[in-house]
C-alpha cells in the first residue's frame, strides 16, 4: 500500500499569510495526487486534482504543485474561510490511502 | 442539484452487522465509481472501498476485507455496504462519495454526503 505523510501537522497562520503544506507518498505516485479541504463537522472538500488541476469552484488562492513523490499544496493569501484541515489522497492505486491532515488555524 | 445521502448507521455490538446505504440525486449514478470513506472521531480519513458503475469491480482497505462487501442497485441510485463482524475500530462517520474521473485515470471525490455514525460498542 501506497503510505501518505503529511507536514507539518498542524500550522497557525493569519490572514492574508501564504501557507505551504507538504505531502510525501512512499512510492512514486506520478500526479495521482489529491488534496481536499475539511472544516468541522462537514464533509471533506476537493481542491486539487492531478497534483495541480483546480477543482471546479475553488478560489485561484489555491494552487497545487509536485509530481513522483512529493507534493505541495499552496494558499497564496489565507483568508478566514480557510482555516480547516487539509488532507492529500493518492489515487494512484488501490487502497486509495490519505494523508493525516494539516490543521490550519488562527494565529 | 447533485447529492448524497447516507443511511442506516447506529449503535451496533461487537460481531454485529449493519448495512449503510447511500441514496443519489441529481447526475447519472451509474456512470461513476463510487467510494466509501471512513473519519474516527477526531482522526484522519480512511479511504474503505469503492465500485465501478456497473459494479464489476470492487476493492477493499485491508482492513476490512472479508468483512465490508460494497454494492449497488443502479435502478434505485443507490449504494450499499454491509459490514459484519464489526469491531470497535469499524467506530467512525461513514461517508459515501463520487469519484469523479478527470482523464487518464486522473479522478478525485468530488461530491460527499454528510455521513452516517457508526458506533461499535457493548
Known amino acids: 500500500d501506497v503510505q501518505m505523510t503529511q507536514s507539518p501537522s498542524s500550522l497557525s497562520a493569519s490572514v492574508g499569510d501564504r501557507v505551504t503544506i507538504t505531502c510525501r507518498a512512499s512510492?512514486?505516485?506520478?500526479?495521482?495526487l489529491n488534496w481536499y479541504q475539511q472544516k468541522a463537522g462537514k464533509a471533506p472538500r476537493l481542491l486539487i486534482y492531478a497534483a495541480s488541476r483546480l477543482q471546479s469552484g475553488v478560489p485561484s488562492r489555491f494552487s497545487g504543485s509536485g509530481y513522483g513523490a512529493d507534493f505541495t499544496l499552496t494558499i497564496s493569501s489565507l483568508q478566514p474561510e480557510d482555516f480547516a484541515t487539509y488532507f492529500c489522497q493518492q489515487s494512484y492505486s488501490h487502497p486509495f490511502t490519505f494523508g493525516p491532515g494539516t490543521k490550519v488555524d488562527i494565529k | 442539484e447533485v447529492q448524497l445521502e447516507e443511511s442506516g448507521g447506529g449503535l451496533v455490538q461487537p460481531g454485529g452487522s449493519l448495512r449503510l446505504s447511500c441514496t443519489a440525486s441529481g447526475f447519472s449514478f451509474s456512470i461513476y465509481w463510487m467510494s466509501w470513506v471512513r473519519q474516527t472521531p477526531g482522526k484522519g480519513l480512511e479511504w474503505v472501498s469503492n465500485?465501478?458503475?456497473?459494479?464489476?469491480?470492487?476493492y477493499y482497505v485491508d482492513s476490512v476485507k472479508g468483512r465490508f462487501s460494497i454494492s449497488r442497485d443502479n435502478a434505485k441510485n443507490s449504494l450499499y455496504l454491509q459490514m459484519n463482524s464489526l469491531r470497535a475500530e469499524d467506530t467512525a462517520v461513514y461517508y459515501c462519495a463520487r469519484e469523479e474521473y478527470f482523464w487518464n485515470g486522473f479522478r478525485g471525490m468530488d461530491v460527499w454526503g454528510r455521513g452516517t455514525t457508526v458506533t461499535v460498542s457493548s
Open positions: 465500485i465501478k458503475g456497473d459494479g464489476s469491480e470492487k
Open positions: 512510492q512514486t505516485i506520478s500526479a495521482y
